[in-house]
């Protein structure tokens, strides 16, 4: 007999589901949106310097779309729990391009306010995509939905700076914040062929508040949020360090350029396999190698004198963080109630985003009280760390009733009784 999965009224039928019918609505957006965010990131320093600011300054209003997203977590979970996904997802395409239109004003206060609202408007537009795929898919079908989710955004983050980079070279610098707003208006248009799956059913959405929430999953979010934390880190330090080093050991700029390259291409070719093995497996049977293989390149980077090692050592860090693509998203997915998801995913995605900017302030602070090859074995440390935590607490707390203990679990049963 086919089992089926319910959704707040509606049903996903788990025997044969396609992926490839989210293509559109739920990929297209992700696609599209990574694109136009990675059209847009390269050139902003360059454009904050042109309009007057210092370096120091540059870096600044470079780091505020990370600000901007930041402290726009909880909010995007209240917008999207009272809008739907689909709604949400419209709404953050057309303030992401406002926020692109702001920064084709000349001037660099306008550009410091375009930046930060771009970043707000990123929050709601991830939060809202992971809600959707949380409840549009079944669980025996989760992780590699999230991880493909999380593959298709890097491949857009990609592909835009290579489409901005044709287009700077015949119309400018200017031009890339066009192009966004191009690929954000198509993004947008996919969004519209979205269903909100929690209001497909027919009773009233019960909301809850997110300090509700927080209080109900305090012992998830303290223990397996804390791992999801340092996951973030050492993801964040990853995409500092490998330049950082290159430039320590006295590589050029085009050496650099390739090596980052090469580890970003491995990144995206491994993240589907990697979903499979999850839904399969288990989450641990991903997460935990993830983590410890990064650790291991963290180590060894360190002894890399020579351009062939370093290579060998920007590789494994990009295999490792790629075969952990969606982990993160898939266990707050399978930790995340039925009624106050949207607070939830707020909330996990605040720990992972704290620690994604707790992670390059650790590495400069350790480089300088300890030199950069000491800082890059405290990241490594922070690894394995995450390992340890990930591979004991989510599987300590599923058989104590949190989340999803197996994934063909009902998502129903995602909190334990007394929290249901």
Known sequence: MQRRVRRRGAQ???????????????????????????????VIPSTAVARGASVALAAFVAMLIGLGS?????????????????????????????????????????????????????????????KYLTEAVPPTHRARALSLLGGVGRIGMFVGPLVGAALIGVFGGRSVFVLAIVFLALATWCALLMEDVERAGTG???????????????????????????????????????????????????????????????????FYPAGKV???????????????????????????????????????LGFGNGIGSGMVMTLGADFSPDVGRAPFLGLWRQLSDTGSTIGPF?????????????????????????AAMLAYWPAKLMRAGWGAARPERDAADSAPSHQR
């Open 12 to 42: 996903v039928s788990e025997l044969g589901f396609d992926l490839r019918r989210l293509a559109i609505p739920a990929y297209g957006p992700t696609l599209l949106f990574g694109a136009a965010e990675g059209a847009i990131l390269p």
């Open 70 to 130: 930041l402290v726009s977590n909880i909010p995007a979970s209240l917008i999207t729990q009272r809008l739907g996904e689909r709604r949400a997802l419209v709404l953050a395409g057309v303030v992401t391009a406002a926020g692109c239109l702001l920064c084709l004003a000349p001037s660099l206060v306008a550009l410091m306010l375009g930046v930060v609202i771009i970043g707000m408007a990123s929050s709601v537009y991830m939060l809202a995509r992971q």
């Open 204 to 270: 009233p959405v019960e909301r809850v508040s997110t300090r509700t929430v927080a209080r109900s999953f305090a012992r998830v979010l303290l223990t397996v949020g804390l791992g999801v934390l340092l996951v973030s880190a050492v993801r964040a330090t990853r995409q500092v360090v490998i330049p950082l080093w290159c430039t320590h050991i006295g590589l050029d700029e085009q050496s650099t350029s390739a090596i980052y390259g090469i580890a970003g291409g491995i990144d995206m070719l491994v």
């Open 278 to 316: 999850m839904d399969v497996r288990g989450r641990a049977a991903v997460a935990v190698p993830s983590m410890l293989i990064m650790a291991a390149a963290l180590v060894a980077l360190p002894f890399a004198h020579t351009f062939a090692a370093v290579l060998a050592a920007s590789c494994a």
């Open 362 to 386: 650790a590495l400069s602070g350790m480089t300088a009280l300890a030199g950069l090859s000491a800082a890059v074995v405290v990241n490594a440390i922070f690894g394995v760390l995450a």
